[in-house]
């Protein structure tokens, strides 16, 4: 809570008897409103791994304002300490606040850390995986992890009392300091640390990574000595080769549907449908890191780089099974995500959109070739109570995050449709494999999007 108080100025002239000359009074005191607060003077003491500002108090200062890594401090006291650094060069700016009073200049100091690189009680390593790791989730079933998608990692310590740990995209933490990581870490359990203080160590596996990217396990162990140690290491994984299944979905099909859905303002969701057939070019590629996850593309009415992400299964009958998931951000657009959704019918009656990861169309590989598909599933249960929603149609939105969604619209102001029915027609136009990554696509450039709606989340 900011604490508010005002201040009087005593204007004293004083005068010395034996002289004519005006004797020195002190300097009057900055009055709200007339001034900008004077900048602080820095000063610094540091170790390898932390550092101390201080600063003379302002007059007039309520608070002040400290930046560092982009990231801002308050504090009402006259000193702010950084620790658990790696080495580097720190640039922190300090402000001072007063309610009233302009905020002051920032006093700037570029400190450089030295840093532990290493101690010599602990350790931690990380390593590619060579040959497939069985590993068994919450549920007792087991699964394998592979080079693409996971990695090892072993600590090995002396009179650790505890570690705090997080894995992070190294793009994900790329610019935070110490303090800012710090917050995202979890301690780990009192049996792994008793397996570090061990002779063999504790190892682990990483699982759930995607292919050819970096990643960056950080940590902050603790001793018995009271010393800290923090740092990270960094491990990219192994390129994810496409299976054969997916292989032969690679390249350009042709296909149609015969209804689609238009939002319209006051118009019932329900009396937005209409029948019309829309022929289709897909193009299907590998989604970058996965094995057997695809990017298709061209199912949308918003155009090129906004493709749903498809999953392979293998059929009852051993058919390659493609299905088409209402999942997938795209792209960012003024606060907004580009987010696959699907409208459809709930138990009452009503219409709405569902967010979530469910299959909206199965294209089915038959062993001869041929392709068949499945789409707009019947019903799923959303909830415990056992509610049903059935999804009529597929397509593009902007998300706020929260639960709204708002349509895109044309340069014209015609809302860009959904596709709606079953895909029919589906045949192999061209088969050129390639590659894509998600994250690298365009971020939407169109013209404003109309019409927010509440929307439901599996």
Not at 430 to 457: D, E, G, H
């Amino acid at each position: 809570m900011k604490k508010f108080f005002s201040m009087m100025a005593v204007l004293a002239a004083m005068f010395a008897f034996a002289s004519c000359e005006p004797t020195p009074g002190p300097e009057p005191e900055p009055q709200p409103g007339e001034t900008k607060l004077a900048t602080p003077e820095l000063s610094v003491t540091k170790t390898a791994t932390s550092f101390t500002l201080t600063w003379n108090p302002v007059t007039g200062a309520e608070q002040y304002l400290v930046n560092m890594g982009g990231k801002n401090y308050n504090t009402a006291e006259c000193e702010y300490t950084f620790d658990n650094l790696n080495a580097g060069e720190y640039t922190v700016r300090v402000q001072a606040k007063g309610t009233g009073y302009e905020t002051s200049d920032a006093a700037k100091v570029v400190v450089e850390i030295t840093g532990p690189t290493e101690v010599d009680w602990f350790e931690q390593t990380l390593s590619k995986i060579t040959e497939p790791v069985e590993v068994e989730d919450g549920y007792g079933s087991t699964y394998f992890v592979n080079s693409y998608d996971g990695f090892l990692y072993s600590w090995k310590g002396t009179g650790v009392v505890s570690i705090e740990a997080g894995i992070f995209a190294t793009e994900q933490i790329a610019g935070m300091n110490a303090n800012d990581l710090k917050q995202y870490l979890s301690a780990a359990s009192a049996d792994i640390v008793s397996k570090v203080n061990t002779a063999e160590g504790y190892e682990g596996v990483i699982t759930g990574c995607t292919g050819s990217t970096s990643y960056t396990v950080v940590f902050l162990v603790k001793n018995e000595a009271g010393l800290e140690f923090f740092n990270k290491g960094e491990i990219t994984t192994d390129v994810a080769v496409a299976t054969e299944e997916a292989k032969a979905w690679f390249g350009e099909w042709t296909c149609s549907t015969d209804q689609i859905f238009t939002f319209q303002n006051g118009k019932s969701i329900k009396d937005c449908f209409s029948n019309k057939t829309v022929e289709h070019t897909l193009t299907i590629v590998q989604y970058e890191g996965y094995t057997d996850r695809l990017l298709v593309d061209g199912f949308s009415a918003i155009g090129a780089n906004t493709p749903a992400i498809g999953y392979l299964y293998e059929g009852q009958n051993g058919e390659n099974v493609l299905a088409l998931m209402n999942e997938g951000m795209v792209g960012y657009n003024n606060g907004y995500y580009d987010m696959w959704v699907s409208c459809g019918e709930f138990a009452d009656g009503s219409y709405n959109f569902m967010l979530g990861e469910f299959p909206v169309h199965y294209l089915i590989m038959n062993a001869d070739g041929t392709v068949d598909s499945e789409s707009l599933m019947p019903s799923i249960t959303y909830n415990q109570q056992g509610d049903t929603y059935a999804p009529k149609a597929f397509g593009m939105c902007a998300y706020d995050g929260g639960s709204n969604i708002s349509f895109y619209q044309d340069e014209n102001e015609n809302i860009f449709p959904f596709y709606a029915g079953t895909m029919k027609n589906l045949a192999k136009k061209s088969a050129t494999p390639s590659m894509a990554n998600v994250r690298s696509m365009k971020t939407r450039s169109l013209s404003s999007f109309i019409a927010t709606s509440m929307v439901y989340s599996l």
